[in-house]
């Protein structure tokens, strides 16, 4: 991850706060997305949910955590995990439906590539710049990818168009 001058230069108190709270929120997220997983009932959802879990939020949450070990930072608590349920288990009225998990996963993904870009802007350390830049550049794969599947789906609301 980081190169080995970069190891011996010793981060600054904003990029401690902010990887922490990088992992924080990302452990946070990875339990949302098991409870979103839950309730989508199309599959092509279920199938972006699973991919983003696993090759996004996850490697993420690994490559931080590991800075923050080799610098000998107390890591952030996670939340445990949640069990897998069946989308049928789980009342009409308390279950979100696919537009409006597709619409809170795109929601977090803007979020997210904010994060990035500011984590990129208040580091020193190029290794860590380039790090949020990576995270950043797949937030945006993953943000096309599910409004494609949102316009596919018919989920994507336009506001209206003003013809004056």
């Known amino acids: 991850m980081l190169n080995q001058s970069q190891q011996a230069e010793p981060f600054h108190s904003g990029e401690i706060y902010h990887l922490w709270s990088f992992l924080l929120?990302?452990?946070?997220y990875l339990v949302t997305l098991q409870?979103?997983?839950?309730?989508?009932?199309?599959?092509d959802l279920k199938d972006f949910l699973d991919d983003i879990y696993e090759n996004?939020?996850?490697?993420?949450?690994e490559q931080v955590e590991n800075i923050l070990k080799n610098a000998g930072i107390r890591l952030p608590p996670a939340p445990p995990d949640r069990p897998n349920v069946e989308v049928e288990d789980i009342p009409a009225g308390a279950r979100f439906?696919?537009?409006e998990i597709a619409n809170l996963i795109q929601r977090e993904l803007m979020v997210?590539?904010?994060?990035?870009s500011y984590i990129m802007g208040i580091c020193v350390q190029e290794d860590i710049k380039n790090l949020f830049g990576e995270f950043h550049t797949l937030k945006e794969e993953y943000d096309l990818k599910l409004a494609k599947l949102r316009k596919e789906k018919?989920?994507?609301?336009s506001p209206p168009i003003n013809v004056k």
């Open 154 to 157: 018919g989920w994507a609301i």
């Open 56 to 61: 996004g939020y996850t490697p993420e949450e």
């Open 35 to 43: 409870v979103l997983n839950n309730h989508a009932g199309d599959q």
């Open 112 to 116: 997210s590539k904010m994060i990035c």
């Open 25 to 28: 929120s990302t452990k946070e």
């Open 97 to 99: 439906n696919d537009p």
